[in-house]
């Protein structure tokens, strides 16, 4: 197979870029002056300042001083005025009642007067100069070694005669997200993401490298220095008179800078007026005549991501832990664990009562409190403590899980159903993308793969609706899937026969103004790269559709097998071939993207799994062959993950799944630190689990900008290895953490009639979903996979229950799953992984003396006449459980079910 690329031209394509970028970017870069600096040994860090600025040129850990946490590589060309540094600032003031106006210290530099430095203050300077002329106010800066800790304050003094009012004041957090000119290796070694907790007082930073190694920077904040927001620092072009800007080019490659936002009512009353509700109420002060602040930022190390929190309680910050998480479906009961330097005094729910949190006594040194969900949508608790400091947790809370199954499924295949409607592109029938701001399906884009049943932004909603029926078939709902994949899957969007069987086309909708001239409106729109001619929209050489489609005959094999009825057109033999033959024409047809792991490429090893137990020996055997080939060439890379971009989230899960079917473990580890380097843990619904993107709104959303994404489908696709490694390794709870968050936060995109959002506008000028389903299927299809629930006990915070609730008694630990499936139910302690092909679980009981487990199935349906029970022991030494009924057939146990509950006895041998 060819060896990966950093970026291929088609990639180049993809990403908006033309063939003079390409030129461009192989013209020699510009010669820079050499940076004069000035070091300093801080604890464990080893800091440069810029001789000129006095900003902060180097961050490294003094054990791995070729190593910097901001990009030094980049300071020459981004010495100029207009680049932010750490140690610049941001203010925007008013006279009470007058104009806002604003003063930025990267805008127009001007010389700084340095002060003097002694103790513990490593270097000072005044840089009122740089603030901009006719500043009201007086800005001195000081570099600390605050106990090894490196420390950054401003003083802000009111020179004025008349009171100053601060709108906004931000300090820009510059580090090196720059994956420009870097390629794969190169990325993962020098890069790092940042990831924020907007909570106010106990906020922070975490600074990650992409490897997913340690150490990782944490920026708190000092006293009086809240992380109120994080503020973009938006391209000069975009900010529409704004200096709080900043030069560096954002793209696909470099996901920009932001403010650690202290103050942000000059924001709301100006650009984020028309958004939707922050994360934190806006604040402002004002300063009498003389008056002085001071506010800043502490940066520490953490040995490692786990453990980060660690870290936070060694630095005497509160921190909150969620279990399941902070997205809490109104039928279940969450935790938060709290520990703080001292004790919660207030408790409050915005908006009042739609989130209720009640103490529930402690567990080792962590407050407990009982949280349950109580209004749909954006929750936030407040805890005020007895020291003054005030913490905000971000909540989501949904309907019950199996009525947000429902209302996807009904959404998805009435509101988005296309049919009857003359169509020239052979869409008819079809699921197509919505727009939920115009009540119309988009049956006409510009970027012609959303309109056109293919790629990710136009194949997400139909692949949203077949992924629901994995665990919650639907008669009505099979029917018209059934419908649209033989009628407008096989023989249009993929070919039916022939030499090229089982390929898929691009779009089934194009660029054609000769032979459509009634169709495009506002044609000027029509002239880029995105609008595909025919010829285009026919390429069979992207192999990232082929798992879409597979997914679609996999899903109704699985039907047919399983439920009885539900699917009438073709068996279930019909199906599974398709899903074969789909396999087999990527490799023919698609060969140089399917060297990539691919978006719910999971579904080629269930696929697999399959053909094996139906006895399909010959099909199972070659298909094995092709992927052995694949999972071969990435074992051969330091990275096994490559994508047709520099930089990727998408190929990460397909590739662990590979890496661990063939048994390549250091690959499938290497595969899995590296999500956790970009996938965080942190107290809020949005970004907890939220997987790197920030450019997909591009593709697959209404409002085109790069953006970080909050719950587009690498959220979920992302969470299922990290679940399949928390049950290789369940002493790891973190890892199931980040998988629970990343697998729930895809539930949030669906909204209260069904709709569901290809991700949520994290910029707070707008701070709401967008308008339309886009690429959201991918997703789901990650939630559908994975959804389950888990039984843990945890040596610090006790038993837990992930996705269900938990009852303790004399005789065993019971929980009744409420996740999205009741299908899929993990005991940590007996390392047992209990699935369902058919059926549903509505209550399991542990007994930890003997290690037995009784698992009590829900009554028959019609459809469902029998359970479908598979078993399996996922850690080391863990003891093979044995069910009290059941036939064993095709790997799994047939349990017959009748009017009542039956209960299955699991035994260990």
């Known amino acids: 197979m060819p060896k990966i690329r950093t970026l291929a031209p088609a990639a180049l394509l993809l990403a908006g870029l033309s063939s003079t970028a390409l030129i461009a970017q192989e013209q020699p870069k510009p010669v820079y002056a050499p940076i004069q600096k000035t070091a300093h040994k801080v604890g464990s860090f080893e800091v440069e300042l810029r001789a000129d600025t006095q900003t902060l040129a180097r961050l490294s850990p003094a054990a791995e001083p070729a190593f910097s946490f901001v990009p030094t590589a980049r300071e020459p060309e981004r010495a100029g005025d207009g680049y932010n540094h750490i140690g610049d600032l941001n203010l925007r003031v008013r006279a009470p009642g007058g104009e806002w106006r604003d003063f930025a210290s990267a805008h127009a530099r001007k010389p700084i007067r340095l002060l003097p430095a002694s103790g513990k203050v490593i270097a000072a300077a005044d840089i009122t100069a740089s603030m901009g002329a006719d500043a009201p106010f007086r800005v001195e800066r000081r570099w600390v070694n605050e106990a090894g800790l490196l420390g950054l304050r401003f003083r802000i003094t009111n020179t004025s005669k008349a009171p100053l009012e601060i709108g906004a004041l931000g300090l820009p957090m510059v580090f090196d997200n720059i994956i420009t000119d870097r390629n794969l290796d190169q990325a993962h070694a020098e890069a790092s993401f940042v990831d924020p907790y907007i909570g106010r007082d106990a906020g922070y930073l975490q600074v990650t490298r992409l490897n997913g190694a340690g150490p990782a920077l944490l920026v708190l904040p000092e006293q009086g220095s809240p992380l109120e927001a994080y503020a973009p620092l938006k391209n000069p072009r975009e900010a529409k008179g704004s200096i709080f800007t900043d030069k560096s080019q954002r793209g696909q490659t470099s996901e920009g800078f932001y403010d650690w936002t202290i103050h942000t009512i000059g924001y709301a009353d100006r650009e984020w007026k028309d958004a939707g509700e922050q994360w934190n109420a806006p604040t402002g002060r004002t300063l009498a005549p003389g008056q002085t602040i001071e506010v800043g930022v502490r940066m520490t190390q953490s040995p490692s991501i786990r453990a980060i929190e660690d870290t936070l309680v060694a630095n005497k910050r509160p921190v909150a832990i969620g279990i ?71 909540y989501f809370v949904t309907k019950p899980l199996e009525q947000t199954m429902a209302d996807l499924g009904r959404f998805s295949t009435t509101k988005q159903w296309f049919e009857g409607k003359g169509d020239p592109f052979g869409r008819s029938p079809a699921i197509l993308t919505y727009d939920n701001e115009t009540k119309k399906i988009v049956d006409e884009d510009p970027r012609v793969w959303v309109a056109g049943m293919s790629d990710e932004g136009g194949g997400g909603s139909w692949v ?446």
């Open 464 to 909: 949203a609706a077949m992924s629901k029926q994995i665990d919650n078939p639907d008669p009505a709902e099979i029917a018209k899937l059934e419908q649209l994949v033989n009628e407008t899957v096989v023989g249009n969007l993929q070919v039916a026969d022939g030499p090229q069987a089982g390929a898929v086309k691009k779009s089934l909708f194009y660029y054609d103004p000769v032979k459509f001239p009634n169709l495009y409106k506002d044609r000027e729109k029509w002239q880029s790269w995105t609008s595909w001619k025919e010829k285009d929209a026919n390429d069979l050489g992207r192999a990232y559709n082929y798992p879409h489609v597979a997914i679609g005959h996999w899903v109704l094999y699985r039907t047919a097998r399983n439920h009885p009825g539900m699917v009438t057109r073709h068996d279930w033999r019909w199906y599974l071939d398709k899903a074969y033959v789909t396999t087999v024409a990527m490799m023919r047809d698609a060969p140089y993207y399917a060297e990539f792991g691919l978006m719910e490429g999971d579904v080629f090893v269930d696929i697999l799994k399959d053909l094996k137990s139906e006895g399909l020996t010959a099909e199972a055997t070659e298909m094995e062959r092709l992927m052995k080939q694949r999972a071969d060439h990435w074992r051969s890379l330091k990275y096994p993950f490559g994508s047709e971009m520099p930089w990727d989230s998408t190929g990460q899960p397909e590739v662990y799944a590979w890496m661990r079917y063939f048994g390549y473990q250091p690959q499938a580890d290497v595969t899995k630190e590296v999500i956790l380097g970009y996938d965080p843990t942190i107290p809020s619904w949005g970004y907890n689990g939220n997987a790197r993107r920030y450019w997909d709104f591009l593709y697959g959303g209404k409002y085109s900008r790069i953006e970080r994404q909050i719950h587009h489908y690498g959220s979920t696709l992302n969470a299922v290895p990290l679940f399949a490694a928390y049950r290789q390794n369940p002493k790891d709870l973190h890892l199931l953490r980040v998988a629970y968050g990343g697998m729930m936060g895809g539930v949030t995109n669906i909204a209260q009639d069904g709709f569901s959002s290809a991700a949520f506008h994290s910029w707070p000028d707008m701070m709401k979903w967008d308008p339309i389903s886009g690429d959201y299927g991918m997703g789901f299809y990650g939630h559908a996979v994975t959804a389950g629930t888990y039984l843990v006990n945890d040596p610090t915070l006790g038993w837990l229950g992930f996705g269900g609730d938990l009852t303790l008694g004399k005789d065993g630990v019971q929980i009744a799953p409420k996740d999205g499936a009741r299908s899929r139910l993990f005991v940590a302690p007996a390392g047992a992984w209990i699935t369902l092909d058919a059926g549903k679980i509505a209550n399991v009981t542990y007994t930890p003396v003997s290690g037995a487990i009784n698992v009590t199935l829900d009554p028959a349906t019609p459809t469902t006449p029998a359970a479908r029970l598979r078993i399996e022991t996922t850690t080391t030494g863990a003891r093979p459980l044995v069910p009290s009924t059941g036939t064993l057939e095709r790997d799994a146990y047939t349990i017959p079910l009748g009017t009542a509950p039956t209960i299955v006895k699991l035994s260990p041998r």
């Open 324 to 394: 399941p998480g902070y997205v809490v479906p109104q039928d279940q009961t969450a935790t938060l664990f709290v520990k703080a330097p001292s004790a919660i005094r207030k408790i409050e729910s915005w908006p009042a009562g739609a989130v209720e949190a009640i103490p529930a006594g402690t567990q080792k040194g962590w407050a407990r409190l009982s949280v349950h969900g109580k209004q749909w949508g954006q929750a936030r608790l407040t805890l005020t403590y007895a020291d003054g400091q005030v913490q905000t947790v971000s």
